[in-house]
């Protein structure tokens, strides 16, 4: 066991706090679909073999891993906000509103949350924000897994409709091969319109 993974809970146990949830997003910098966060609850003493930052692990690890946390979690969540409110409010606010989701459908609620990155909005349970919080937070870690795995199921289907941008290799990721087709072809409907490698071939 990683003990150094549980240094922020413990701290925060220490505080007082009995439920502490760890939030992390997926999908901020692809250039189609919808970005996701989650959030998940363990109890004292619940661990997870395995679990660490999502890009530090494989596809089939991730998948794996996926299944377990679920299983084990006190609580867990997962929500996402579309490309087209992504374009409406932009990809910052979109991924507040995501995070805001994740956190507000955990039940039980959460009474502190840690929130990977280095700022946040719109969250009015107690939390801080843990800059490579996936690395340093066995509750973030897990919730980084969470989104990423979610959101790598939602582009594979994506992909069956629109096979011809490659969404299953690169993930909505602006690829030189992404971008050859978003040329080729034009936007296709999860499209974020507003991103650069997009906009350009919006008519």
Known sequence: MNTKLFEIENKCRSMGYS?????DEAGR???AGAVY???VIFEEGVYVEGVNDSKKLNAKKRELLYDE???????????SVDEKVIDKINILEATYKA???AIACLDPAPDYVLIDGNRSKGIEIPHETVVKGDSLSFSIAAASILAKVARDRYINEADKLYPEYGFAAHKGYGT????EAI????PCPIHRLTFKG??????
């Not at 439920?19 to 939030?23: D, E, N, R, S, T």
């Not at 030189?176 to 971008?179: D, G, I, R, T, Y």
């Not at 040329?183 to 034009?186: I, N, T």
């Not at 997009?198 to 008519?203: A, L, M, N, Q, S």
């Open 176 to 179: 030189k091969a992404h971008l």
């Open 198 to 203: 997009v906009r350009e071939y919006v008519k």
């Open 29 to 31: 910098g692809p250039l």
């Open 183 to 186: 040329a080729k072809y034009g």
């Open 99 to 101: 995070f805001q989701g």
């Open 37 to 39: 966060a989650a959030a």
């Open 19 to 23: 439920l502490i949830a760890g939030a």
């Open 69 to 79: 946390i679920i299983a084990k979690a006190k609580a867990y969540s997962i929500y």
